[in-house]
């Protein structure tokens, strides 16, 4: 058992999807998903190119709308939210691009405290405080002033996740967060969220770095034809695949021998 598992021991789920399915006319992506996160889980979301990993965590927070099935965040399906209830809830569940997303016409401040002050009922003093505490502690307070166009790939990433932050999220999901770095900037970004996991902050990531999802995650999904084939913990989904798909997706990820 996982020590998220342990913790989440008798505790709510989170997140628990049921029975999810997405199609794009007759091309059925997610057929019938089912899975759960506990709190403090750190959930890696693995497979091939266009399996369906964005279309799933998009759907969590209903940036793509599932056709059926249920979302329950706490107990409530998100897929039967008013617009006004949605609004109040959606910024709890954070999400982060591989490509950033970030306001170009705005300050790295002005980035963090926007959502807080417009739908985190802080004042923009109050926003601003915050934002400079979290940009603070990871490294960026100097850049507070910076717009985005002049931070690098790995700085403008690290500014999306505070972003992401200063709502209080209670999970954040990451849609392949280090694609679109140069190599030398991926660790400055994994280590940012390495903090966060050990942390306790409840994450799902999609991602093709196999190593951060051996080291970090709690549990490892492989997604292929429309579903989760395997959900294990990352010792038994790396070290012993139980399923012949990973075991290839692995080893062409030179992962496996
Ligand atoms: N708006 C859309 N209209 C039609 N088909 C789509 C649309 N968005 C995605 N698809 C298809 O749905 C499938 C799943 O796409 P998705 O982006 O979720 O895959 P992915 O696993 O995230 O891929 P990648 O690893 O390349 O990011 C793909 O076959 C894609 O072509
Ligand atoms: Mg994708």
Known sequence: MTSAEEQGKGAEPLLEVQDLCRRYGEHVILDHVSFRIMPGDVVAVIGPSGCGKSTLIRSLNLLERAESGRILFHGRDLLTLSSREAAATIPRIGMVFQQFNLF????????????????????????????????????????????PSHLSGGQKQRVAIVRSLAMDPEIILFDEPTSALDPEMVQEVLALMRDLAQGGLTMMVVTHEMRFARNVSTRAMFVCDGGIR???????????????????FLTTAGMRG
């Open 104 to 147: 170009d016409n705005m300050t790295v401040l002005r980035n963090v405290a926007l959502a807080p002050e417009i739908s985190g009922g802080l004042t923009r003093s109050q926003a601003e405080e915050k934002a400079m505490m979290l940009l603070e502690r990871v490294g960026l307070a100097g850049r507070a002033g910076a717009y």
């Open 230 to 248: 395997v959900d294990e913990p990352p010792e038994r989904f790396f070290e012993d695949p139980p399923d012949p798909r990973l075991r290839e």
